[in-house]
């Protein structure tokens, strides 16, 4: 498919402050479109985003919310709607993981991560709907996980969480056609600058590829669905071949 410009799209990143949250909003920037940067507690982060965003010539709003909560979620789109009048491309990629015991995990970690990696999209995704179905030709893009699709002891709550996007992202793409398609990305280890290389050993080990991924391999599996008019409902998982093993 060729690699159609986003000029003209307007797009919202959750969680665009740092890592792959930031990595998307950059590069949806540099292929055109303008991009809303929410955030929860990494105001500086955020502002920094918006302001190479700027520098690339495309508008940039910086807007503060737990999209974990409803008030807030509402508050957000409030903003999108005053600042741009439009949506085209939602990135549900705000998240959380930690380890937790299954025999240990307690009620408030459990609601805590569904609530951030599960509740949040459907919120957005929501909110996000009318604005979307406006544009003709919305899209939504969520961040599942390979733990939505492997069996990990220590993350269970994890990993319950990510394959509840799944599960979400399949029932939207058909609540929500035919004016939005709807498809997530299950990524495996992406490795940062900075990041301590033993943590990415296993995962390299088990890859079928030999290496951990990059933020440009999650950058290019956001743009393709971003610009895909015939997908929906469908998972790309982007993990060097790790599910085949």
């Not at 969520?142 to 799944?166: D, E, M, Q, R």
Request: hydrophobic share 45%; charged share 20%; with cysteine.
């Amino acid at each position: 498919m060729s690699q159609s410009s986003l000029a003209g799209k307007v797009a919202l990143v959750t969680g665009a402050g740092k890592r792959i949250g930031r990595s998307v909003a950059l590069r949806l920037a540099s292929e055109g479109a303008d991009v809303v940067v929410n955030y929860r507690t990494s105001k500086a982060e955020a502002d920094e985003v918006a302001a190479q965003i700027t520098a690339m010539g495309r508008r940039a709003a910086v807007v503060q919310a737990d999209v974990a909560k409803k008030k807030d979620v509402t508050v957000l789109f409030a903003a999108v709607e005053k600042e741009f009048g439009r949506l085209d491309i939602l990135v549900n990629n705000a998240g959380m993981f930690f380890p937790a015991k299954f025999e240990e995990l307690t009620e408030e970690q459990w609601d805590r991560i569904l609530d951030t990696n599960l509740k949040s999209q459907f919120l957005c995704s929501q909110a996000a709907a009318p604005m979307l179905c406006r544009s003709g030709h919305g899209r939504i893009v969520n961040f599942a996980s390979l733990g939505g699709l492997l069996a990990w002891p220590a993350y269970t709550h994890y990993c319950v969480s990510k394959a509840g996007v799944i599960m979400l992202t399949r029932c939207l793409s058909r609540a929500l056609a035919p004016e939005i398609t709807v498809n997530a990305i299950a990524p495996g280890t992406i490795s940062f600058d900075g990041d301590a290389p033993e943590l990415a050993e296993d995962f390299i080990q088990r890859a079928p590829l030999h290496r951990t991924g990059t933020p440009k391999d999650i950058e290019d599996a956001v743009l393709f669905l971003a610009q895909s008019p015939f997908i929906t409902g469908q998972v790309i998982v982007v993990d060097g071949g790790r599910t085949q093993t």
